[in-house]
């Protein structure tokens, strides 16, 4: 098991806070379950998505049984998927001693959160508090999570290979009769896209918001420097040095020319009342019910590429406890209590029995037409998804498939391998700030790539994008002769 060779590595000691300030009315409190002083401390939680409009009724029902439970209540907040990375790095560095974030590959910056301290370590928990929901979680998730032998944060065990696909609008595609499993690449679409401009003035060929990211067929060590999807010799280089992304973006701008993308593509933050024929999504066996479920309408989807196990797909939904805190043992007994109680776990994930749905099977339910539209949240984020109930238009072997999805699942050769981004700490903050200036536009469409394309690799260049190139390339060569 990993967690004996992480033990040996892990700190015996809790990690001091560095806040100043406890939540007011919050005390510490035992590590025994429920407060033994009658004591309920609050744990304030940041989480990705929007705010659903039944959050409060949502949360009072949770608090109650999470108060007897454990002694907690949740303050939960809700930052959408464009702002969540920037705004989280906001609240951390400001030294708020908030208790509970998400945090994953994608979003919310794991891998560098937990080198600079932000995250409380928690491998010393494994063997007791969170013992849980270790046990219970794919082991390939706790080795994607772990940095220099330390785990700084609970994986959401889901789905363990990113799978990009293409969400399309079931109606268009059956009015136009379009052959929508055939489709995988972005050229694949062209055709489609032009029938659907041409016959339908109302509806966006091919929808894209402020966090879209075009398929990649890369595996990053840090964005946006990793090796190419099928490289064996593992060359590490920019992605935007590569032709595939440069024809790629060339394509996108072709589209957003041709009246294909949505004029707002670089700004636009997800709207589910714009009529879309397609979209881009990170899927999963089913997805397709959940989308639909999301949007209020049929969509069926493809495959833009094969899935495979990276250590940004085994850490792309997490969990972590602030190492600013004045509450950690209690925020651990959360994280351990969300990933292996299924009474709160589908609480959260779907809302009140009786209100937002009703109970079909012992583990299916039915959604309410109405009332679940206002209690929508995105399942992945809030802990283990294989304790929850699978929706009455999903079969109820569905988590024994995804098992298989998993198991099946194909490893990337990176995997496992995990950059110590110490001697460019401050060439990939500077390469940071870069990308979050360029990503939005330039995967938008909206501006001329010749020009764009050269302007942000001027400024990584002007960053030192080389030396970490270098860097990376050197500690993956010597993590491969050690294997």
């Not at 949740?74 to 030294?95: A, P």
């Not at 072709?254 to 899927?283: E, H, L, M």
């Not at 351990?336 to 583990?363: C, F, M, P, Q, W």
């Not at 304790?387 to 099946?408: G, M």
């Amino acid at each position: 098991m990993i967690f004996k060779k992480m033990k040996k590595l892990a700190t015996l000691a809790l990690t001091v806070a560095l806040g100043a300030t406890a939540l007011a009315g919050c005390s510490s409190s035992s590590n025994n379950g429920t407060a033994s002083n009658g004591d309920v401390v609050t744990l304030k939680y940041y989480t990705i998505g929007a705010e659903p409009k039944d959050k409060q009724m949502v949360l009072d029902e949770a608090n109650k049984y999470l108060a007897e439970k454990i002694g907690v209540n949740l303050d939960m907040t809700y930052i959408d998927f464009g702002d969540y990375t920037q705004k989280m790095s906001i609240i951390i560095n400001s030294g708020e001693d908030f208790d509970l974030a998400f945090t994953c590959s994608w979003a919310g910056d794991y891998l560098g959160n937990a080198r600079k301290g932000a995250f409380l370590d928690l491998t010393p928990y494994l063997e007791t508090t969170a013992k849980g929901m270790y046990d219970a979680i794919d082991q390939r998730f706790w080795e994607g999570a772990t940095i220099d032998g330390k785990i700084y944060a609970a994986p959401n065990q889901k789905e363990i290979s990113t799978l990009p696909m293409w969400v399309f609008t079931k109606e268009y595609v059956d009015k136009y009769n379009i052959p929508y499993q055939d489709i995988h690449s972005l050229e694949d679409l062209e055709p489609w896209l032009q029938v659907i401009k041409e016959n339908e003035p109302d509806v966006v060929p091919l929808y894209i918001t402020k966090g879209f990211s075009p398929p990649q067929y890369f595996d990053f060590i840090v964005n946006p420097v990793g090796v190419e999807i099928g490289d064996d010799s593992l060359t590490v280089k920019s992605i935007f040095d590569t032709q595939k992304m440069q024809d790629t973006l060339q394509t996108l701008r072709k589209y957003y020319q041709a009246g294909y993308i949505n004029g707002d593509s670089a700004t636009a933050q997800d709207d589910k009342s714009v009529k879309r024929f397609v979209t881009k999504g990170d899927g999963q066996p089913y997805a397709d019910v959940l989308w639909s479920k999301d949007l209020g309408y049929e969509v069926v989807s493809s495959s833009i590429m094969d899935g495979i196990v990276t250590n940004d797909s085994t850490t792309g939904a997490m969990i972590a406890v602030s190492n600013n805190s004045k509450n950690k043992d209690k925020a651990v007994e959360f994280i351990n209590l969300v990933n292996t109680d299924s009474y709160i776990r589908n609480l959260l994930n779907y809302g009140i029995e009786g209100v937002h749905y009703t109970k079909a099977t012992d583990n299916s339910i039915t959604l309410d037409p109405e009332n679940s539209k206002n209690y929508s949240v995105p399942y992945f984020a809030g802990g283990n998804l294989f304790n929850t109930y699978t929706l009455d238009s999903e079969p109820e072997t569905k988590w024994e498939e995804f098992k298989t999805f998993n198991d099946n699942a194909q490893s990337s050769p990176l995997l496992g391998f995990k950059f110590d981004t110490t001697p460019v700490t401050n060439e990939l903050a500077a390469i940071n700030n870069v990308m979050e200036e360029f990503k939005a536009t330039i995967y938008s469409g909206s501006v001329d790539i010749d020009e764009y394309l050269v302007k942000l690799n001027d400024k990584l260049k002007a960053q030192n994008i080389d030396k970490v190139i270098e860097e990376a390339q050197r500690q993956l060569d010597e993590w491969k002769q050690a294997q």
